[in-house]
C-alpha cells in the first residue's frame, strides 16, 4: 500500500463514522468579531489530537495555533535528541481507534509490513513525519508562528486570547482555551540557581535549548542528570564530535526500573483519575522517585563512546566560573569543563506561565486541596495546578470560578491530577477523549436553556401519512 492508497482508506474510514457532520454548537456573536468555540494552544502530538477528537464530535469552529514554524512543533526537531522514541512502537496515541490513522499504517504504507516487524522503536524523525502527514491529512486547522502572550477573561466562558503574529499584537476570541503545551507548558525548565548564578550563560545549557555543539567539537562537557535525556544529550555530544561528555548522577546506581512500563499495563494510566487525591499523591511522588531511566540502547550506545564516563554517586557542590571553564566539585573530585548541559528537568507552578499571569491568583494548587504525610511531602508537588478530571484549572477563590471557566491544561501540569494521560505518549489515548468529553460537555451546559428550550418546542413532523377516515374505509377504522 502507497501513502495515496493510505489516504483514501483513511477518507474511507472516516465516511463510515460519518465524521464531518454538522456542528451542534451554535455561533456566539460578539462585537469584536469572531467567536471561535475551541482554540488549542500547541500544534504538537497533544493539540492534533485534540482537534481531531473535537471535530468528531462535530465541534469544527476550532482553531489550533503554534508558535514555531511548521514543521517545528514540539520537541522532536528541536531540542529532543534521542534516536527513536522510548515509548514502545505497538502503543496507539492520537489514532482515536482508527487503524488507518495509526503509526503502524502509515509506516506499513511506505516499508510493508516486514518493514514494521524489523522496527524496535519508533525513529525520532520519522514520528514528526507521521505528526506532519496526521495533520494534512486530517486538514487540521493549524496557525503557525502566533504566539499567546496572555488570556484576558471577558466574562464567564468567553477569553480574549492576546498574541504575537508576524510582530504585532492581535486578539483572537474564544469561549475555550485549551493550553497543550507539552513538557514546558505547565511552568518552566529548571536550572539550580548554583549554576546560573556563577557562570555566563556562554558556558552552560539546560538540554531544552538550542546548543551549538559545532562549537563544542574536541571540547569537555559535562551533563547534569540521571534521567533518560541526559544520555541522550551524551551521545548527541560525541555523535558531533565532543571528545569527552561526563554524566554526573547523585545516585550510587543508576536508576533501573520505569515505572510507566507498569503503569501502561495494569489499568493505572487509564483509570488514575478515579483514585483519591491521597492516592494520586502517593502514586505520583512515587514516580518521580524512579525518574525515567535510559532504555538498553541507548545506554549502551553511550558505553561505546570512548569519551564517554559515568560518574554515579557524584552530586554538584559547587560550581565555578575559572575564565574559558567550569569548574565542577563533586564528592569525588574537582574537575574542569568547557560546557555544562543541564539535565535537571523542570519545575510546575501556573506563576510560572505568563500566559496566565491574569488568573493565576485563582488557580487552585494540590497544597490548598490536600495535605499531604510528612515522609512524600513536596513543594514541587504541591505547586501542581489542582484539575478536575477533564483538565480543566479549578479556583482557590469564588470570583475565580467564573474567570477561570473554560480553560483547560493538558500539559505536564496535569500530572497529579490526572496522570500520565497528557504527560506521556501512552497516555494520550485515555487522555484525549476525555478532555474532548468534558469539553464537549461544558460545551452543551453553557448553552444548556438555549437547548432545552429547542427541545422542547421542536414540532418538526416526521410522519406524513394519513390515517384512513371513516367516509373512505370503514373496515379499517377502530
Given at each position: 500500500?502507497?501513502?495515496?492508497?493510505?489516504?483514501?482508506?483513511?477518507?474511507?474510514?472516516?465516511?463510515?463514522l460519518?465524521?464531518?457532520?454538522?456542528?451542534?454548537?451554535?455561533?456566539?456573536?460578539?462585537?469584536?468579531?469572531?467567536?471561535?468555540?475551541?482554540?488549542?494552544?500547541?500544534?504538537g502530538?497533544?493539540?492534533?489530537?485534540?482537534?481531531?477528537?473535537?471535530?468528531?464530535?462535530?465541534?469544527?469552529?476550532?482553531?489550533?495555533?503554534?508558535?514555531?514554524?511548521?514543521?517545528?512543533e514540539?520537541?522532536?526537531?528541536?531540542?529532543?535528541?534521542?534516536i527513536?522514541?522510548?515509548?514502545?512502537?505497538h502503543?496507539t496515541?492520537?489514532?482515536?481507534?482508527?487503524?488507518?490513522?495509526?503509526f503502524?499504517?502509515?509506516?506499513e504504507?511506505?516499508?510493508g509490513?516486514?518493514?514494521?516487524?524489523?522496527?524496535?522503536?519508533?525513529?525520532?524523525?520519522d514520528?514528526?513525519?507521521?505528526?506532519?502527514?496526521?495533520r494534512?491529512?486530517?486538514?487540521?486547522?493549524?496557525?503557525?508562528?502566533?504566539?499567546?502572550?496572555f488570556?484576558?477573561?471577558?466574562?464567564?466562558?468567553?477569553h480574549?486570547?492576546h498574541?504575537?503574529?508576524?510582530?504585532?499584537?492581535?486578539?483572537?476570541?474564544?469561549?475555550?482555551?485549551?493550553l497543550?503545551?507539552?513538557?514546558?507548558?505547565?511552568?518552566?525548565?529548571?536550572?539550580?540557581s548554583?549554576?546560573?548564578?556563577?557562570?555566563?550563560?556562554?558556558?552552560?545549557?539546560?538540554?531544552?535549548?538550542?546548543?551549538?555543539?559545532?562549537?563544542?567539537?574536541?571540547?569537555?562537557?559535562?551533563?547534569?542528570?540521571?534521567?533518560?535525556?541526559?544520555?541522550?544529550n551524551?551521545?548527541?555530544?560525541?555523535?558531533?564530535g565532543?571528545?569527552?561528555?561526563?554524566?554526573?548522577?547523585?545516585?550510587?546506581?543508576?536508576?533501573?526500573?520505569?515505572p510507566?512500563?507498569?503503569?501502561?499495563?495494569?489499568?493505572?494510566?487509564?483509570?488514575?483519575?478515579?483514585?483519591?487525591?491521597?492516592?494520586?499523591y502517593?502514586?505520583?511522588?512515587?514516580f518521580?522517585?524512579?525518574?525515567?531511566?535510559?532504555?538498553n540502547?541507548?545506554?549502551?550506545?553511550?558505553?561505546?563512546?570512548?569519551?564517554?564516563?559515568?560518574h554515579?554517586?557524584?552530586?554538584?557542590?559547587n560550581?565555578?566560573?575559572?575564565?574559558?571553564?567550569?569548574?565542577?566539585?563533586?564528592?569525588?573530585?574537582?574537575?574542569?569543563?568547557?560546557?555544562?548541559?543541564?539535565?535537571?528537568?523542570?519545575?510546575?507552578?501556573?506563576?510560572?506561565?505568563?500566559?496566565?499571569?491574569?488568573?493565576?491568583?485563582?488557580?487552585?494548587?494540590?497544597?490548598?486541596?490536600?495535605?499531604?504525610?510528612?515522609?512524600?511531602?513536596?513543594?514541587?508537588?504541591d505547586?501542581?495546578?489542582?484539575?478536575?478530571?477533564?483538565?480543566?484549572?479549578?479556583?482557590?477563590?469564588?470570583e475565580?470560578?467564573?474567570?477561570?471557566?473554560?480553560?483547560?491544561?493538558y500539559?505536564?501540569?496535569?500530572?497529579?491530577?490526572?496522570?500520565?494521560?497528557?504527560?506521556?505518549?501512552?497516555?494520550?489515548?485515555?487522555?484525549?477523549?476525555?478532555?474532548?468529553?468534558?469539553?464537549t460537555?461544558?460545551?452543551?451546559?453553557?448553552?444548556?436553556?438555549?437547548?432545552?428550550?429547542?427541545?422542547?418546542?421542536?414540532?418538526?413532523?416526521?410522519?406524513?401519512?394519513?390515517?384512513?377516515?371513516?367516509?373512505?374505509?370503514?373496515?379499517?377504522?377502530?
Amino acid at each position: 500500500m502507497s501513502l495515496e492508497k493510505l489516504n483514501e482508506r483513511v477518507k474511507t474510514d472516516l465516511s463510515y463514522l460519518n465524521y464531518g457532520g454538522p456542528d451542534w454548537v451554535k455561533q456566539k456573536k460578539h462585537s469584536e468579531g469572531h467567536v471561535y468555540d475551541v482554540v488549542i494552544v500547541g500544534g504538537g502530538q497533544s493539540g492534533l489530537g485534540i482537534a481531531f477528537g473535537l471535530l468528531r464530535e462535530r465541534v469544527s469552529n476550532i482553531l489550533i495555533i503554534d508558535e514555531n514554524r511548521e514543521g517545528k512543533e514540539g520537541p522532536w526537531e528541536t531540542y529532543a535528541r534521542m534516536i527513536t522514541l522510548r515509548t514502545p512502537k505497538h502503543l496507539t496515541s492520537i489514532d482515536y481507534g482508527i487503524p488507518s490513522l495509526t503509526f503502524r499504517s502509515w509506516w506499513e504504507a511506505q516499508f510493508g509490513k516486514e518493514g514494521w516487524d524489523k522496527v524496535d522503536k519508533i525513529p525520532k524523525g520519522d514520528w514528526m513525519n507521521y505528526l506532519k502527514w496526521y495533520r494534512k491529512t486530517l486538514q487540521l486547522p493549524v496557525q503557525n508562528e502566533v504566539k499567546l502572550t496572555f488570556i484576558e477573561p471577558i466574562e464567564r466562558g468567553l477569553h480574549r486570547l492576546h498574541v504575537e503574529k508576524s510582530g504585532t499584537s492581535q486578539i483572537i476570541l474564544t469561549r475555550k482555551v485549551i493550553l497543550a503545551t507539552g513538557i514546558q507548558g505547565g511552568g518552566q525548565w529548571h536550572v539550580p540557581s548554583m549554576i546560573s548564578e556563577a557562570l555566563p550563560r556562554d558556558l552552560y545549557a539546560h538540554t531544552s535549548k538550542e546548543i551549538d555543539f559545532t562549537k563544542l567539537k574536541g571540547k569537555k562537557v559535562a551533563i547534569l542528570g540521571g534521567g533518560a535525556s541526559a544520555y541522550d544529550n551524551a551521545n548527541y555530544a560525541l555523535l558531533n564530535g565532543v571528545q569527552e561528555a561526563h554524566v554526573f548522577i547523585r545516585r550510587e546506581q543508576i536508576q533501573r526500573i520505569n515505572p510507566i512500563r507498569q503503569m501502561e499495563v495494569s489499568g493505572m494510566i487509564e483509570h488514575f483519575s478515579a483514585l483519591s487525591d491521597e492516592e494520586k499523591y502517593a502514586a505520583i511522588a512515587h514516580f518521580l522517585q524512579h525518574n525515567q531511566p535510559p532504555t538498553n540502547d541507548t545506554f549502551n550506545r553511550a558505553l561505546s563512546w570512548p569519551g564517554f564516563k559515568l560518574h554515579l554517586g557524584s552530586p554538584w557542590l559547587n560550581v565555578e566560573d575559572d575564565g574559558n571553564r567550569a569548574i565542577v566539585t563533586t564528592p569525588k573530585g574537582v574537575f574542569s569543563f568547557d560546557f555544562l548541559i543541564i539535565s535537571t528537568g523542570l519545575l510546575t507552578d501556573p506563576k510560572l506561565r505568563p500566559e496566565l499571569r491574569l488568573v493565576e491568583k485563582h488557580i487552585a494548587r494540590w497544597k490548598d486541596k490536600y495535605t499531604a504525610p510528612k515522609e512524600i511531602a513536596s513543594s514541587i508537588l504541591d505547586a501542581h495546578p489542582y484539575l478536575s478530571s477533564g483538565f480543566s484549572f479549578t479556583s482557590r477563590t469564588p470570583e475565580g470560578e467564573n474567570l477561570l471557566h473554560g480553560i483547560y491544561s493538558y500539559n505536564y501540569s496535569a500530572l497529579i491530577s490526572c496522570g500520565l494521560t497528557a504527560s506521556a505518549l501512552s497516555g494520550m489515548r485515555y487522555g484525549i477523549p476525555k478532555i474532548v468529553s468534558a469539553i464537549t460537555d461544558e460545551l452543551f451546559l453553557d448553552d444548556r436553556e438555549e437547548k432545552l428550550n429547542d427541545f422542547f418546542h421542536y414540532n418538526v413532523e416526521e410522519f406524513i401519512g394519513n390515517w384512513p377516515n371513516e367516509e373512505n374505509d370503514q373496515s379499517r377504522v377502530g
